[in-house]
């Protein structure tokens, strides 16, 4: 049997799906539930721009359906790795926000690729797979 890629999407790119913009949703779309997933820390993310925005019904919803219905992957067990990233990134001189970092070192201990149209923050971290899944057109 092949062995299909887990893809983690970040905050942003889950909130690209939800807004159904720049083809985030037709990858999501192509691929079984079962091959996405997401950080608790997106999940976190998610609820606070529910509370923070003037729809809070409706996005907090699209949180709990995360929470719900695709793979949460916790923190705990990345907890080495989040340390040896924000270390490497560190002495590179490549400081990153913690929940990048989190979600990075996650990914990376689990063996799944993030998804993220922030590949400048992601691109740093040693050992963290990414893809990019946004299609914008040029402005």
């Not at 159904?20 to 820390?41: F, K, M």
């Not at 976190?44 to 359906?65: P, V």
């Amino acid at each position: 049997m092949r062995f299909m890629e887990k893809y983690m999407l970040d905050t942003n790119s889950w909130i690209e799906y939800f807004k159904n913009r720049n083809g985030v949703a037709d990858h999501v779309d192509a691929l079984p539930r079962t091959q996405l997933c997401a950080s608790e820390i997106t999940v976190a993310e998610l609820i606070y721009g529910a509370y923070n925005s003037q729809n809070f019904e409706k996005h907090y919803r699209e949180a709990m359906w995360l929470k719900n219905n695709i793979e949460i992957y916790p923190i705990s067990d990345a907890l080495d790795d989040y340390g040896d990233i924000r270390f490497a990134t560190k002495r590179k001189g490549n400081p990153i926000g913690q929940f990048d970092l989190l979600i990075g070192a996650t990914a990376r201990h689990y063996g799944l690729i993030v998804v993220t149209d922030n590949v400048k923050d992601f691109s740093p971290m040693p050992g963290v797979r990414i893809e990019k899944w946004t299609e914008r057109s040029e402005e």
